[in-house]
């Protein structure tokens, strides 16, 4: 079992970066913005390392343009410009980018591919989300396509595309499913995993750059364990 490493400024894994974005490949149990716990998050570690490498004086602007779960691994986008923040606020917001989650489950799902579609209603209380099959109150649409792309020893390995971005909205569906995420014990697992995390990984995000308007592709490597590295 490879020691829990805990992200700072010297060792971040740095997928792109440029005058405008820098996208980070998030570690688990890094935080992406600050919340209760106090504990510092990766925005804060990302401006420590931008302060430090381009040696800049007083404060550093950074935008939080989207999250990942704490216990979930891979691509975080930053802005570090508030031109570049409001543009990418947009393409999030209007679902102009694609978004590519990688998931190791137990139970083999039904179907090798299929689209699920639920309605899903938050619980603030214990910070969960329910998969209803039907529409309830204040329950908010929520749809993805899966494929099996590795069968392993033991698990399956699922490729995930989100048409919408729900609260937990993985975790939850395939719950409802019967195949919760390893090491997910808020949605199911049995067991969790040593390192306190999730093996979920958000693995490829597609979008226009918001200043150059190239198209970028991003791939996050997955975590250095056995079963991520055997797909």
């Given at each position: ?216 592709e991003i791939i996050a490597p997955v975590p250095n364990d056995a079963i991520w590295n055997a797909i």
């Amino acid at each position: 079992m490879a020691e829990k490493i805990v992200s700072n400024k010297s060792n971040l894994q740095i997928l792109h970066e440029d005058n405008h974005i820098i996208v980070i490949n998030k570690r688990v149990g890094d935080i992406v913005q600050g919340d209760k716990t106090g504990d510092k998050p990766l925005s804060e570690i990302v401006k420590e390392y931008i302060k430090d490498k381009y040696n800049k004086p007083g404060e550093v602007f950074l935008g939080v343009i989207h999250r990942l779960d704490r216990p979930t691994t891979g691509i975080v986008v930053f802005a570090r410009t508030s031109k570049a923040l409001s543009r990418m606020n947009e393409l999030f917001s209007n679902r102009e980018t694609q978004k590519t989650y990688w998931a190791i489950v137990k139970n083999k799902p039904v179907s090798n591919e299929d689209k699920l579609v639920h309605y899903l209603k938050r619980n603030e209380k214990n910070n969960t989300s329910k998969a209803h099959s039907k529409e309830v109150p204040e329950s908010k649409l929520a749809s993805l396509d899966y494929k099996i792309i590795k069968e392993l020893n033991n698990y399956f390995a699922l490729e995930i595309n989100l048409h919408t971005g729900r609260h937990h909205q993985i975790r939850a569906q395939l719950s409802a499913i019967g195949c919760p995420i390893k090491g997910d014990l808020k949605y199911g697992f049995d067991r969790s995993n040593p390192d306190g995390g999730i093996h979920l990984h958000a693995r490829k995000l597609v979008f226009i750059h918001p200043v150059s308007k190239e198209n970028l592709e991003i791939i996050a490597p997955v975590p250095n364990d056995a079963i991520w590295n055997a797909i």
